[in-house]
């Protein structure tokens, strides 16, 4: 690692090895087994990723016996943090009863009245067991009611796996002109063509290419606040706009909600006022169990019918299956409009305790997002585009990792990538003790700052 050539970042490094000996042995054991020692890139991190044996309320326990705050909570997916008392018995009765039954169960049809109640453009659902598959279904569906095969994404957001979405998930690397569609080696070049890319927050680029190619086009996919390496809000009037430009074109939009949709009761889209044809859903809404769901205007969604003459194949061994659906409800319940109020205004307390800590330890930094997310960027401006998040997001790649490895040293496990995510059972307490640790942290680092990005510090 190029920051344990820094004495700091040799000290971050030794105080994180001494305190999580056994995640070490472990990591060097699941080498043998799992390639680069891990099975998902989101959980690793240099030197090695931290094994953990228990959750419980917002703590995490490691196999050392560390306890952290989780301000990960699995990269979003959860609300009501570990063991929920009501959620565990929820599941558990239903795991008494058998876990998947492999029939129509009521509890499908309880989940989906429920989004549909929650949600006011959800007119019916159908369901998956990721946030990819929510995707993949939404413009699947969306191809086959428009009769077009095109997909207009942003440049670096993120839709989950699958080809389509893993067209742009980084900005195309250069970085003048508008971004083009550009994919590693291994999707399909002929996919490429049917990808239409602009960069958020960028309505005329929008409108151009609908203009241009409004005969090709599906669908527009975009989330409501950009989460991939970001988490940065919509321009005023930018999905308002979006909404406007594909009613005007005739090309259906799909919101991605599959990580913001905990922002808000009805899914962030409604504090925007705006109302999309599809949604994707994901994360939260299975209560901690895998999950994903598309939901929207049903003569869209009818498409999915056994019952129409030519409908979407649309399977999947796991799809509906009860305990996720019984534990998502139960989920969803707990995770009224009240909590979601009382969650965001502890997200806001804790977005306002960082950015104070950064600007009174002298380092110049932002902290964006909104309610229960929230991402710290060493950058001097907002961000509004990805191009923009990743011009300084890599020059301060090793920053951003130790700034990650002091937090865990303080007990806070957050993202690797400077996000932090919050859970029903968080109080001021969790939050305040967050807040003195990165304290600690910048006052630490601010040495190390000033020796490899003096550009970031202000006095
Ligand atoms: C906005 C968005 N869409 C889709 C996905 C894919 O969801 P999953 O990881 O459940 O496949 C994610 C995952 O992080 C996401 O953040």
Redesign the pocket.
Known sequence: MAYESHEIGRDIVARYRQKTGQSDKHFEAAKSWLPGGETRR?SYFPPYPTFMEKGEGCYLYDCDGNKYIDMQNN???LIHGHSHPRINEVARSQMEKGVVLGSAAEIQYRHAEHLCNRIPCVETVRYG???????LFAMRVARAFTGREGILKMDG?????HDY?QVNIFPEPKTEGLPEPWAEPWIPRNLLKDIYIAPYNDLKTVEGILKKHKDQIAAVIV?PMF??GGLFLPEPGYLQGMRELTERYGVLLIL?????FRLQYGGLHTYYGIKPDLV?L??IIGGGF???AVGGRKDIMELFSPAHPHPVFHSGTFNGNNITLAAGLATLELYNGKAVEQLNTMGDRLRKGLKKALQDSGIKAQVTGMGSLLMIHWRKEKPKTARDVFATLLPAWDLAGLFHLEMLNRGVFSAPRGMFVLSTPMTASEIDTAIEALEGTSALLKPYIADTLPHLITA
């Open positions: 989101a990269y979003t997916s067991n990721s946030g990819t598959e929510a995707t957001g993120y839709h989950g796996m979405a989330e989460s991939a991605d909600e599959v990580m913001m994707a994901g994360k895998p999950v994903g």
